[in-house]
């Protein structure tokens, strides 16, 4: 963490209660989320919490309850409408998406019907605050070509025309309403409304892309295995 002194904290994973972390989610109070597990001896372990908040001094577990004792790989946070923050999960038993609010009596709720998709792996996430729109990357054994977009007050949509797509990240244009897909080994795609979906893969550095962030001038950045390419979507179709 590099605070704005330009001095460096480092966070041990005693100190954040996970040694592998998927995920970094800033909350609008400030908060910092992690998302993660905890391994121990190249093996999961059972009581790991899956999310960790930094109040500006102290981490603090947070146990996906009751489920803490299915070892929830949590893969990515995204914050809400009000005090709703999405949880996604992969591997334990109770894999899947989760809706947490604290203000609530039972603080979580477990989603395992995704579209008529029985407990999927979900591998990333992302939320648009413009719309309410949710957009979700998942796989199934054997099957992993599934991107959905859970939408207020209008039926979900599953996407799964791709090209072996393993959705690494999703990240949103919310001036725009653009989705961006990063995938394991295929490239990236783009969605547009009324336009639908875009496939790059030729014109990456490198076909297997885990992140994608945009700039302030509206650039797109691909962070991928070899290295790091960038779209300017004014320049290119």
Same mark, same amino acid.
């Given at each position: 963490v590099r605070h704005p002194d330009?001095?460096?904290? #480092?966070? %041990? $994973?005693? @100190?954040t209660h996970m040694n592998i972390l998927t995920d970094i989610g800033i909350a609008p109070?400030?908060? &910092? +989320?992690?998302? /993660?597990? #905890? +391994?121990? =001896? /190249? @093996?999961?372990?059972?009581n790991s919490p899956g999310v960790s908040i930094f109040d500006g001094s102290t981490w603090h577990p947070l146990n996906i309850t009751p489920y803490a004792d299915a070892g929830p790989y949590v893969t990515a946070v995204a914050f809400g409408a009000g005090d709703d923050v999405w949880v996604s999960t992969e591997l334990g038993a109770e894999q899947g998406?989760?809706?947490?609010? *604290? %203000?609530? $009596?039972?603080?979580?709720?477990?989603?395992? =019907?995704?579209?008529?998709? &029985?407990?999927? !792996? #979900?591998? %990333?996430?992302?939320?648009?605050? @413009?719309?309410? =729109?949710?957009?979700? /990357?998942?796989?199934?054994?054997g099957d992993p070509r599934r991107v959905i977009r859970l939408r207020q007050n209008a039926p979900c949509e599953v996407f799964?025309?791709?090209?072996?797509?393993?959705?690494?990240?999703?990240?949103?244009d919310t001036t725009s309403e653009t989705v961006w897909v990063a995938s394991g080994g295929a490239g990236a795609y783009r969605w547009r409304p009324g336009t639908g979906w875009t496939h790059y893969l030729d014109q990456l550095v490198n076909g297997d892309v885990s992140s994608i962030e945009l =700039?302030?001038?509206? *650039? #797109?950045?691909?962070? %991928?295995?070899? /290295?790091?390419? !960038?779209?300017?979507?004014?320049? @290119?179709?």
């Open positions: 330009n001095s460096w904290a #480092v966070y %041990t $994973s005693e @100190q109070n400030g908060q &910092v +989320w992690l998302a /993660g597990q #905890v +391994w121990l =001896d /190249g @093996q999961p372990r059972t998406l989760f809706l947490y609010n *604290k %203000t609530a $009596s039972n603080p979580w709720t477990h989603i395992s =019907d995704i579209c008529g998709i &029985v407990t999927p !792996r #979900v591998r %990333t996430l992302s939320y648009n605050p @413009q719309n309410g =729109d949710l957009w979700l /990357g998942i796989y199934i054994d799964s025309n791709f090209d072996s797509l393993l959705a690494n990240a999703i990240t949103i =700039d302030t001038e509206g *650039k #797109v950045w691909f962070g %991928t295995l070899d /290295g790091i390419s !960038r779209f300017a979507p004014a320049e @290119q179709p």
